[in-house]
């Protein structure tokens, strides 16, 4: 699918629309639907939990199939929701569906700065309209940003002590409300594929960008907290529980 705006190409989810063609603006791409439809039986068949594997394979019909695609054309806010539930939602999704997927190969440290790099790279202006400007880039930027989020959260969810995932899921916290911030505050609008798309639905290229920026910084850090929330109780003692007493598990 092909679409363009002034000064710059959207090579992926059509041409942006406006409110009133919102609705009809469905992506049917057939490479698209033959993946997603090829997935049922592999999930069927390998998924370690059919709820999360299924789950996964909703969301991704909502945001590349639905209407919700073609708006991130026109929206970078649009795009920043897709890219978090992409993230924050798909990816653990996955890491629960599939947990023997992605095997521990590199150290988990390594596991955070790839997708920090993939994060904050596709979030700069410039490779985010390169990314824009060819089919092959678009999902090169979907891929990478869903592997390194997907290898991210492999680690935090398989067993190991609590030190590790709280880690790595506050250090995400922290630098998604750091990049959240930056596109809060930025004075000027930097991404020039949208200039001319917002004002459509009543949003000026900057303020469009300042409500990116508070989905990043704000809801977009919810699963995170959630899941190292979780975790933190699973590890630590209530405060029910006398120090040196066995927790629950261990007294059956």
């Known amino acids: ?44 068949r390998y998924s370690a939990n059919r709820n999360a594997a299924f789950g996964a394979w909703a969301l991704a019909w909502l945001f590349f199939v639905s209407p919700l695609c073609a708006l991130t054309s026109a929206l970078f806010s649009a795009r920043v929701l897709h890219h978090v539930v992409l993230i924050a939602a798909i990816a653990p999704l996955l890491a629960v569906a599939f947990p023997n997927v992605l095997r521990r190969g590199l150290p988990a440290g390594a ?12 979030h700069a202006p410039g490779p985010y309209a390169w990314a824009l400007s060819t089919v092959w880039g678009y999902w090169f930027m979907q891929a990478t940003l869903l592997l390194t989020a997907w290898a991210l959260w492999h680690e935090v969810l398989r067993p190991q002590a609590a030190a590790m995932p709280l ?29 001319a798309t ?55």
């Open 167 to 195: 880690a790595l899921l506050l250090g995400t916290v922290g630098h998604m409300g750091l990049l959240g911030a930056l596109l809060v505050f930025t004075p000027t609008p930097l991404y020039v594929a949208h200039f």
């Open 1 to 44: 699918m092909t679409g363009t705006t002034t000064g710059a190409a959207i090579a992926y989810c059509g041409s942006p629309p406006s409110p009133a063609d919102l609705m009809g603006a469905w992506n049917l791409d057939p490479v698209l639907i033959a993946a997603l439809l090829i997935y049922v039986p592999v999930a069927l």
């Open 111 to 122: 596991v955070f700065l790839a997708h920090l790099v993939a994060l904050w790279v596709w």
């Open 198 to 252: 917002t004002e459509a639905w009543g949003l000026q290229p900057l303020v469009d960008q300042q409500l990116a920026g508070l989905m990043m910084w704000v809801p977009a850090m919810l699963p995170y907290l959630a899941v190292g929330t979780l975790i933190a109780l699973r590890h630590f003692p209530s405060e029910a529980e006398e120090p040196g007493m066995p927790s629950e598990e261990f007294r059956q």
